[in-house]
């Protein structure tokens, strides 16, 4: 077994962050100018070309019925998911749905204990309640208007969730090449229907950029496989609160966006408990509640 190298650990997960706020920028400079599920759909396909390493153990794997249907079941839920955050970002801003995407790990630590039977001890049950107040912080429901992009980041990291614990059913059983390989066919099939009913014709510039979203999501879930190698998560998971740092950064330096102190105060207390939660896994030498970027398009 390699000794744990936390500070490459961290610097993995640094430029994982950058990777993922980077998706999150080209998405939203394509912004209104195409349909969220054209968008999200284009993004899968022009992404395909990384699949290419992938085939080969897919057809080796020789898939079940029952891994089929897993399959089916989490695509669904991813396709839901992408459209959706695909729509929030052209709606509130790159620091909201950062934030609001840190409750995934905490949706996920609730459906393992009511699905799955997992333990939810007091404390973690404590540090769950805690994460949905930071939602409330961000939201702040009767201060200021809840916007359509808001309930559906509620609505992505929900489904991003059950995305996530279906992977984990089958990740005991296939290679991960063969689970994500699985993940970008059955996503960009569920997509086809959606982006084909509000279709309209891009230009070469989206194609471009969309791209990029495609590359720069692999890297980061590329450099976030090298994080994990080298360090344990409780000590790469705080380190994933720096990507809301970035979009605050990118939103207001970039996008003219105003700062908003209560979404990183909210988003903050997410991302505490998250870690909180993490750390207490760890001690109990447990693994239910997922690193942050695992529940990204």
């Known amino acids: ?17 950058l990777n993922f706020v980077a998706v999150t920028a080209l998405v939203k400079h394509v912004g209104d100018g195409m349909p969220a599920a054209q968008a ?7 992404g395909l070309v990384f699949l290419i390493p992938m085939i080969r153990p897919i057809l080796a794997a020789r898939l079940t019925p029952r891994h089929l249907k897993l399959f089916a079941v989490r ?31 905490v949706y996920v630590t609730l459906a393992a204990a ?25 939201l702040r429901p009767g201060v200021k208007a809840i916007e359509p992009g808001h309930i559906a980041m509620m609505g992505t ?23 994500v390989g699985m993940l970008s066919i059955t996503v960009t099939i569920g997509m086809a229907p959606f982006a084909w ?14 791209f990029l979203v495609a ?16 360090a344990p998560l409780t000590v790469t998971q705080p380190v994933t609160f720096l990507q809301l740092v970035w979009a605050v950064l990118l939103g207001a330096l970039v996008f003219g966006e105003p700062v908003d102190g209560w979404v990183v105060f909210g988003g903050a207390v997410i991302m ?11 001690v109990a030498r447990r693994a239910v509640t997922p690193p942050v970027p695992a529940t990204k398009v």
Not at 4 to 15: D, K, L
Not at 272 to 282: C, K, L
């Open 40 to 46: 999200a759909f284009l993004r899968y396909v022009l």
């Open 197 to 210: 009913a509000v279709w309209v014709t891009p230009t070469l510039q989206q194609l471009g950029w969309l």
């Open 272 to 282: 505490g408990s998250v870690s909180f939660i993490t750390w207490r896994e760890a």
């Open 75 to 105: 695509g669904a839920f991813h396709t839901l998911a992408v459209i959706l955050w695909f729509f929030a970002m052209a709606r509130i801003t790159i620091a909201e749905v950062t934030a609001m995407n840190y409750l995934s790990p």
């Open 1 to 17: 077994m390699n000794e744990p190298r936390p500070i490459a650990g961290i610097v993995w997960m640094v430029v994982t962050g």
């Open 157 to 179: 990291a929900v489904f991003f969730a059950i995305s996530y614990l279906t992977a984990k059913r089958l990740s005991g059983e296939l290679s991960p090449a063969v689970i």
């Open 215 to 230: 590359c720069f999501a692999t890297a980061g879930h590329y450099t976030m496989t090298l994080a994990f190698a080298a």
């Open 114 to 138: 009511v699905f799955f039977g997992e333990a939810l001890p007091p404390r973690r049950l404590a540090a769950v309640l805690v994460a949905l107040l930071g939602a409330l912080i961000i």
